[in-house]
């Protein structure tokens, strides 16, 4: 996310002279800016990227073929540094997550630069798995099995019928 500095710059100009001669509180200042933004969203480039750097980061959703795509969305993180020629990523990394996480980070991912590397690792698609089977009450080692997948899916429609 990059803010339009141009416009804040704008804004203050335009707060100064309406309250010129008149001694406005931090608290005061940083009210009226925020409500400035609020209302005029077009200063914030919610695609824009704040610190710019030589990695970027892209993700690609993958498609889960298991029960655990009931809880999780999964796919990868592409690592593109700008000095390599190739056009492609120079490295990936995977993830698994809820969600409403999932979105986060996927949005958070994709508006970052840095200029060295990044790496993260925690978690573990069994611990994700382990927490679909509790709440799903089906064994892990049967999320994947094709006929406990169309019992769950009959059930389910079942549900969403009545």
């Avoid at 492609?88 to 840095?114: H, K, R, V, W």
Wanted: glycine residues 8%.
């Amino acid at each position: 996310m990059k803010i339009n500095r141009k416009d804040i710059e704008w804004f203050i100009k335009n707060i100064r002279r309406d309250y010129e001669g008149k001694e406005l509180t931090d608290e005061q200042l940083a009210n009226h800016i925020a409500g400035w933004m609020e209302t005029n969203p077009a200063c914030v480039d919610i695609d824009g990227v704040s610190n710019p750097g030589r990695y970027s980061y892209s993700t690609v959703g993958y498609g889960v073929f298991s029960l655990l795509g009931e809880k999780y969305r999964m796919g990868r993180v592409e690592i593109f540094d700008e000095k390599d020629e190739s056009g492609y990523a120079i490295d990936e990394g995977t993830y698994c997550m809820p969600f409403i996480a999932a979105n986060q980070f996927e949005d958070f991912i994709e508006s970052l630069e840095t200029e060295y590397p990044i790496q993260i690792s925690i978690g573990s698609v069994k611990q994700c798995s382990q927490a679909v089977s509790e709440e799903l009450g089906i064994p892990e080692d049967m999320l994947n099995d094709m006929e406990t997948k169309k019992a769950f899916y009959s059930e389910k429609y079942k549900e969403i019928d009545k």
